[in-house]
Every structure is written in structure tokens, then in C-alpha cells.
DNA sequence: AAACCGTGGAC
DNA sequence: TGTCCAAGGTT
């Protein structure tokens, strides 16, 4: 075991975080749903997402029984939604092919969608204790600190030296213990910003240390301009105080979520709702637009409320469109600015009249 | 290879 | 307020 391991473990055994929920009771199936939810994502946000999922979906058959309705409802307000679609579907063919048991190979989970090379040394090395490497956003920190590794660790180049020593220093006894530590290292001390060097247990081999160049390593990403998007979206209520949403398609932004229907910017609103809903408009109102600023794009959400006439039993019915109660959403998967937009419109007093 | 995919924390 | 980016993977 190389010494910086080996500081690295004696430093977890009193400084690294334990009591995780998903470090409880850990079982292959909980690492696997942990790791997920953690792919870009905190783990501050992460615990009551899920703490809630493994109450609902407690082991591989119920995730694989369940409807993907349910799971995106469980994921809603997480992001990336993929990574919710993925699970179930793997879940379901572990289940199916697999006999039930989550693969525990590198190579074998490779194999279901969702799982990377560093979740799935994640998933061998913390469910099974072999000898993996991992290589998350904390290690590629770490490391590019600790060997002053320059370039932007989004290129293959630099990816694969970050590899290299992510493989060279993970030691073949204690690696689940070397892995969380890692992990906690880069999260506790070896923060993006303030870095606690003073308290770090591998700063006497630390290029960046030595360096001072702790600010500058790793790389930030190159800049880029972000892509501006304009989204006209109908908010359509009837008489029973019912909005309709539409569930998106399956790729693409919010893939497989609820959200108002879209229209085509050069199409007006009562035309669309003619030709689509075949029901009488009584009243429309343009609302002011929404911005988003998402990591890629800007996005502009520009909405009309339309009222339905009260002869709106009329209205046609399509089986991506669904007549929204307020009572309905805890059981929908929704996007969280649908949903902020939602508890305006039932909520607030100007749009209830 | 580079673009795409969400949301909230941190500064 | 805007910007960066986090326990990445897919196309």
C-alpha cells in the first residue's frame, strides 16, 4: 500500500463521514441507487431524495415492478432524468436476465445503462470490497492536486492520467474504507473553493501544496456562450379548475416528466386549441414569461392561460395528455419549474380569480 | 469529440 | 446578480 493511501486511511478512521443512509445497511442494490443519485449532484440534496426512494422501493423487485410514473415522481425536482429512466430499466432487466442479483463486475455493470466505469468501480469496490478504482469529481480534484495534473479533466488526455493514479494509488486491502475516504478527502478538505491543507493528511506529498497552486488546479472548464430558447406553453384550465400537462417524450430535456403542452411559436393559442382540443374557449390570458437559466441554455417560458367554456366535456383526449388536480402531485413526475408555475396557478390569487 | 442532460449550493 | 459546478453517463 503506497503512503498516500495509507495516510488517507488512517486519517477516515477518525475524520470521515460514517453515518451516510446509504452507508447504513449497505447492500449492493442501496450502493447502486446512491451512486446514481449522487452522479452531479450534492449530497445534501441527495439524502431525502433517497431516503424516500428506498422506503418506496426498498429492494431490486419492487424497483422493477414499480411504474416509471412512480420512479420519475421519486426523482422529480432531482434533475437528470435519465438517470431515473435508466435505473428502472436496468432494475428490470437485472430481474428478468440476471437472476435478480446486481452484477459485480466492472465489466458486467458496464453493461446496464446508467452505469459508468467509476459508478461501477464505486458499486465493486463499496459493495464487495474488490480492488476498483473510482474516479468522481472528488478524486479527479484530489489527484489532479496532489500530481499538479493541468488541463481541463473534461478531455481524454488528462482523463487518462487522472486514471492512471487514480488506479496506482487504490490499494488492494480496505478499499471500500480507501474509496469513501477518497470521496470524503475531496468533499471535506479538498474543497473546489478555501481548500483545509492545514488539516490535510497527504499535503506533505501535495504538488498544489508545494505549488501554492491550489486555486488554479484542477482546470476550470472552458467558457461558452449559452444557448438561448424560446418555449411557448399552454396553460389550459376548465371549468372543474383542471390544467392540462403532457408528458414529454422520452429524450430530451425533462424526458418522460409531465409539462405544459408546447405550441409552435408562429401558431396562436385558440387556433391551436381548436384544431387540438376541439372545446370552446371562453377566456385568455397572456402570462408573463419565465426564465431558467439552466447549465447549457437559457431558457424563456413564455405561457398563455387559456379558460375552457363550460361545455368542456367536449374536449378530445390523447394519451400523453393528463387533466392535473392539485391532489395529483405528489404521485407525478414533474419538473421543478412546471411545478413552481403549477402552485401559482392554483395558488395564487390572481390567476383563481 | 463535444454537446447534452437539471437543480441547488456556494461565492 | 451571474457564474461555476457537483459522488457522470450517453449520444
Redesign the pocket.
Known sequence: MDSFARRLLAWFDEHG?HD?P??REATPYSIWV?????????????VPYFERFMCSFPAIDDLARADLDDVLAHW????????AR?LHRAAQRIVDELGGELPATVVEL?A???????????IVALAHGRREP????????VLARYHGIEG??????VLKKLWRFAEQHTPSSDVAAYT?AV??L??TLC????PACERCPVRRGCRAARDGRQAEL???????S??QRRVHVLLVRDDAQRVLLERRPA?????G?YSFPEIPSDTDAESWCGRNLNADVRGRRALPPI???????DLTIEPTLLELGADSSVVMDRPEWLWYKPAMKSELG???????LLENVFDRSELCE
Do not use: C
Not at 429524450?251 to 424526458?255: H, S, V
Open positions: 463521514r451516510l446509504w452507508q446512491s451512486e446514481i443519485m449522487l452522479q452531479q449532484t450534492q449530497v445534501s440534496t441527495v422529480s425536482g432531482l434533475g437528470y432524468y435519465a438517470r435508466n458496464m446496464l445503462p446508467g452505469i459508468g466505469r467509476s459508478t461501477a468501480g464505486a473510482i474516479l468522481d469529481g472528488n478524486v479527479k480534484r481541463w479533466p473534461g478531455t481524454a488526455a469513501q470521496m470524503d475531496g468533499a474543497r473546489r473553493g478555501d484542477p482546470s476550470s472548464r472552458p467558457r461558452r449559452r444557448r429524450t430530451g430535456i425533462w424526458g416528466l426564465a431558467h437559466s439552466f447549465t447549457h441554455f414533474l419538473p421543478a419549474p412546471i411545478a413552481a
